[in-house]
């Protein structure tokens, strides 16, 4: 490769000559990419809150964890499942096992690239196929398994569970059941979002959020109960999900959170309310963070996003609500993000109603 200015001709950016425009550089230089996990913005929606008919002096913040390496909240749980795993004596070359909806297999194989690990990850066929590829390009070993309830043999954590026995001295990451996955976001996510919420809104009233292994939810709420007392934690959960509102499991297509059974990390009495949304209202809030502000977010954080408007719709004006954007709508391109696969799959027209 060939430049045609000499390196040395370069002015290195100081105080005085950058301009204000062009944020300062990182104080240090990484030894590799997991170092840039973590510490993401809170960002105040307040175009996405104008669209959602919110008053203007109520506050919509999410916080960015689609701007991670693996663009997903799951690299923070990455790092924590390999510090538990090689207290417990696992060591470079050796084997993991992970069952995911993806993202977290995506972080795992990230941090397994750097720390030097072979991966192993199961995934049900409801996953994305754009997921799918990162986990191979990033060099996992991906098995798919069918959309099916739990206790199905065929089910994507019993296929997990059997893999991490075959494979001679493999370990069985669990991330539904690691308490290393609480323990992350009450350490960091948590203190993080209370922080930036003080100092953008001067108070947080609710924090909402939904469930997949629960981990995101369960360690900032551990959080907020101890340093924000007064927050209220609201699960957000998509329609036919059991979580909210039990009843019977109807199948829905936002990916990552919601479930068919209470997941073991969810402890209960920690949820202070709930609300439910569609997928058409979940992708439906997606787009429009795209369109308002310029964000890529997949159908989770839609969810999270149209949750957090109806909470703050009821509370009263000047109420400061956060939440989280789980992963990058890149996940998504092959899905809701198309219309022609909207136009296919129930979700006529949606693409209009956001452009309109
Ligand atoms: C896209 C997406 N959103 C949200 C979540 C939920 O996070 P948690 O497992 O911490 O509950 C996941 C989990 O896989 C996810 O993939």
Not at 102 to 110: F, V
Not at 144 to 152: A, E, F, K, Q, S
Not at 185 to 202: I, V
Not at 246 to 255: I, K, M, N, Q
Request: charged share 20%.
């Amino acid at each position: 490769m060939t430049s045609s200015l000499p390196l040395a001709a370069r002015p290195a950016p100081t105080e005085s000559n950058r301009s204000p425009d062009v944020p300062a550089p990182p104080a240090a230089v990484g030894p590799n990419v997991l170092g840039s996990i973590g510490r993401t913005p809170l960002l105040d929606l307040g175009r996405l809150a104008a669209r959602a008919g919110l008053p203007s002096t109520t506050r919509l913040l999410g916080k960015a964890e689609q701007l991670n390496p693996g663009g997903s909240v799951k690299d923070r749980l990455a790092q924590a499942l390999f510090a538990e795993a090689e207290a417990r004596g696992l060591r470079p070359g050796g084997t993991v096992v992970e069952a995911t909806s993806g993202n977290t297999g995506i972080s795992l194989a990230i941090a397994a690239a750097v720390r030097g690990y072979r991966l192993e990850v199961v995934a049900s066929r409801k996953v994305s196929s754009e997921k799918i590829r990162l986990l191979e390009v990033l060099g996992a070993h991906v098995t798919l398994t069918p959309d099916v309830p739990h206790g199905d043999p065929s089910h994507y954590l019993e296929v997990a569970r059997r893999r991490a026995e075959e494979i001679p001295g493999a370990v069985y990451l669990d991330q539904f059941r690691s308490l290393a996955n609480v323990k992350v976001h009450e350490e960091s996510t948590g203190p993080e979002l209370l922080h930036q919420a003080l100092e953008l809104g001067g108070r947080l009233d609710a924090f909402v959020c939904g469930v997949g292994t629960g981990g995101t939810l369960v360690g900032i709420a551990r959080f907020l109960r101890r340093a924000s007392p007064a927050t209220r934690i609201v699960l957000a959960d998509p329609e036919g999900s059991v979580l909210a509102h039990g009843g019977a499991f109807r199948s829905y297509r936002v990916e990552g959170i919601g479930d068919d059974s209470i997941p073991p990390l969810l402890t209960p009495g920690l949820v202070d309310g709930s609300v439910s949304v569609s997928d058409r209202d979940s992708f439906r809030f997606a787009l429009l963070a795209a369109r308002t502000e310029g964000l890529l977010v997949g159908g989770s954080s839609g969810c999270h996003l149209a949750a957090a408007a109806e909470i703050a719709r009821d509370l009263p004006k000047g109420a400061v609500v956060a939440t989280i954007l789980s992963d990058t709508g890149r996940n998504y391109l092959s899905k809701f993000l198309d219309p022609a696969w909207c136009e296919t799959h129930g979700l006529e027209g949606l693409h209009e109603e956001v452009r309109a």
